[in-house]
């Protein structure tokens, strides 16, 4: 593990805690148990203190455990990069919902294609040069898998969120804001299973 590796999963950290913050203060959750999460929660500016400092640590752990199998080192970061890529998404939806006033229906889905296309851009440049680490400049090979990639990947992410927020969720009786955050999540995992995969096989082997 390099000494950047730190450094980077500090700065991701740091970002991770800027954009939680935001995203608290919009929803405004607040949870009552167990105390140390009720703690973060309910003061979101702990969170800016404390990521920089996990993810460096969760990095380092994974690096000894992936020894042996580096693509559980490479998992690692690309989940890093991914979290990072799901904050820039949630904290978009977020965002334009709170700049147009509208929190549900269609428009909302139209939200979260921008936001995930925002976040893809990043995850390319992340994953590429650090997680990856193809330094070379981008190839229009290269590049074209990517976009291929990245559009399956973006209709896997928008309709799942879709069938989770405007669809399933309806059958329950939870906010609208938090189910929003809630569908984002379940659609990113779901997209990280696909991106990761045809990333680490198809754009960057």
Known sequence: MKKIDIILAAIIGFLNGVFFFFILKQTGIEISYPWFLQIMLNNPWILIIIFPILAPIGLFIAFLIGKKLKILFQAAKFFLVGTLNTFIDIGIVELLTFITKIGAGMLVTFFKAISFLTATI??????????????????????????????????????????????????????????RIMSIIIAAFFAFLWNFLASKLIVFK
Request: positive net charge; proline residues 2%.
């Open 122 to 179: 990043n995850s390319y440049f992340w994953n590429k040069y650090w997680t990856f680490q193809k330094g070379e400049k981008a190839k229009p090979k290269e590049f074209l898998k990517f976009l291929v990639v990245t559009a399956i990947g973006f209709t896997i992410n928008v309709l799942t969120f879709h069938v989770f927020f405007n669809i399933i969720g309806q059958k329950f009786a939870i906010s609208v804001g938090i189910w």
